[in-house]
C-alpha cells in the first residue's frame, strides 16, 4: 500500500482537506462530467424515460459496514478502506442493530461488509446471534484476512456458523488481481480459497456456499455473468482444483477511489457517458436499494452501501430525530439505529438517488448479488 502512487495521492487529498469535503468535490465532478455530454441527473432521466421514483419494498437484506479497517488498500475499493483507517462500529451499535433485526420480521439476510470485516470485535457477535435469528448470514471476505495473523480458526468459524462467503476475486490473472488489489494477493487469495474448499465450501452439497465476485479493470462495463462464469470455474479448477458455487459480476461505481482514478486520467465523463447509454429499465425492479437496509459503522441508516460512502442517508424529513446526535448526521433527514424502533418504517419511503446510481442500472445491471437482469 505504502509504494502504491494512486493511492498515496487519494490518501494525502484525504488528509488534507477531510471526507466530506472530498466526497462533496466527488459529487460536483460527476455532476459536471454529465453536463460535459448534456446528460440529465439520475432523477432527471427516470423521470424522463416514464419511470417511477424508487421507493422502498418490505426490509428484506440488513447490510452493516462495520468498519473501514482493511489489511488490503484496493484501487477500486468504494469505501476507501486500508491498514490505515480507524473508524469501527461499537457494541452498542451492533446489538442495536440485532434488536431492530428481531422487531423486522422481513429481513431474511444479514450481509456484513466493511473494509475488511472480521477484523471488527462485533464481527462473531453480529455473526452468532444472525444466526441465533434463523438468518442467513453473509461475509464479504478479502480472503487475505483469512491468513492474517490473529485469524487462526477464521474459517471454521464460518464453516461452523454456516456463514455463506462472498469472496472478492477480479480476475484469475495474477497480474491483474495483483494490479488492482496489491502485490501477493492473488497468492494469498488462492491460498484462503483453498482453506475454504478443504472445509467443504463451494463443493456441491456440503450446504457451505462460496461465492466470487468479479468488477471490471478499468472503465468498461463487466462482461455477461454466466459465460464469464464458466470461464471462472474451467481456470480455476485446471490451475489450481479450485471449486465455487456462484459468480457474480459487479460494475466499478463512479465513487470514491475508482472516480478518483478516473478523474487523474481525465475518464470520469466518458464513464459517466457509457453508464448512461447503456442505461437499462429491466435493471430496476432488481436494485438492491429498494428492499436493502444499510448501516455505517456509526450507525446512520442508508438506502445502499454506495449511498452510505458518499454520506447521503436514508430520508426522514417526516419526522423529528427521536435521540440521535444531530452533529453525527451527515445531511439533514438522516437518522441513526437508535432514532428507529424497526426496519418497516422505511417501507414506502423514497430511495435517495444521485448520480452514482447510473451504475447499478448500466447494462446487466449490478447489485450485491451480481447481475440483476
Do not use: W
Not at 131 to 142: P, T
Not at 245 to 253: A, D, G, H, R
Not at 304 to 332: E, R, S, Y
Request: charged share 20%; aromatic share 6%.
Amino acid at each position: 500500500m505504502e509504494e502504491d502512487a494512486e493511492h498515496m495521492m487519494t490518501a494525502e487529498n484525504l488528509r488534507k482537506l477531510g471526507q466530506e469535503a472530498l466526497t462533496r468535490e466527488e459529487r460536483i465532478r460527476r455532476r459536471r462530467a454529465l453536463d460535459q455530454f448534456g446528460l440529465p441527473t439520475f432523477a432527471e432521466f427516470l423521470e424522463q424515460a416514464n419511470q417511477p421514483k424508487l421507493s422502498k419494498k418490505p426490509i428484506t437484506i440488513l447490510q452493516m459496514n462495520i468498519g473501514l479497517y482493511c489489511n488490503q488498500a484496493c484501487n477500486h475499493c468504494h469505501v476507501e478502506s486500508s491498514p490505515k483507517r480507524t473508524e469501527m462500529m461499537s457494541e452498542q451499535v451492533a446489538k442495536r442493530c440485532m434488536e431492530l433485526m428481531e422487531r423486522t420480521p422481513s429481513i431474511q439476510t444479514v450481509d456484513i461488509t466493511g473494509g475488511a470485516p472480521e477484523l471488527n470485535a462485533q464481527f462473531k457477535y453480529l455473526v452468532t446471534e444472525g444466526r441465533r435469528q434463523g438468518k442467513e448470514v453473509i461475509d464479504r471476505c478479502n480472503l487475505t484476512v483469512l491468513s492474517e495473523p490473529g485469524q487462526e480458526g477464521l474459517a471454521e468459524f464460518l464453516a461452523a456458523n454456516q456463514v455463506r462467503v462472498v469472496a472478492s476475486l477480479p480476475c484469475y490473472s495474477e497480474k491483474n488481481v495483483d494490479t488492482q488489489r496489491g502485490k501477493g494477493v492473488f497468492a494469498k487469495s488462492i491460498q484462503g480459497l483453498l482453506q475454504l474448499n478443504q472445509l467443504g465450501y463451494g463443493v456441491e452439497g456440503s450446504g457451505l456456499t462460496l461465492d466470487l465476485i468479479y468488477n471490471p479493470l478499468g472503465p468498461f462495463l463487466p462482461p455477461e455473468q454466466s459465460a464469464l462464469e464458466v470461464k471462472y470455474r474451467q481456470q480455476l479448477a485446471d490451475d489450481f482444483g479450485i471449486q465455487f458455487s456462484n459468480l457474480f459480476t459487479l460494475s466499478n461505481m463512479p465513487i470514491k477511489r475508482f472516480a478518483d482514478f478516473l478523474h487523474r486520467r481525465g475518464e470520469l465523463a466518458q464513464y459517466m457517458d457509457l453508464l448512461v447509454r447503456n442505461f437499462n429499465a429491466s435493471t430496476l425492479t432488481g436494485l438492491m436499494c429498494v428492499d436493502l437496509v444499510s448501516i455505517g459503522h456509526d450507525g446512520i441508516v442508508y438506502d445502499c452501501d454506495f449511498n452510505q460512502q458518499l454520506a447521503i442517508p436514508t430520508p426522514f424529513q417526516d419526522a423529528p430525530l427521536a435521540g440521535g446526535d444531530p452533529g453525527n448526521l451527515k445531511l439533514k433527514g438522516g437518522k441513526t439505529v437508535f432514532d428507529v424502533e424497526g426496519f418497516a418504517e422505511l417501507v414506502g419511503r423514497d430511495v435517495a438517488v444521485d448520480n452514482h446510481c447510473f451504475g447499478c442500472t448500466a447494462g446487466n445491471g449490478s447489485s450485491c448479488q451480481g447481475a440483476t437482469v
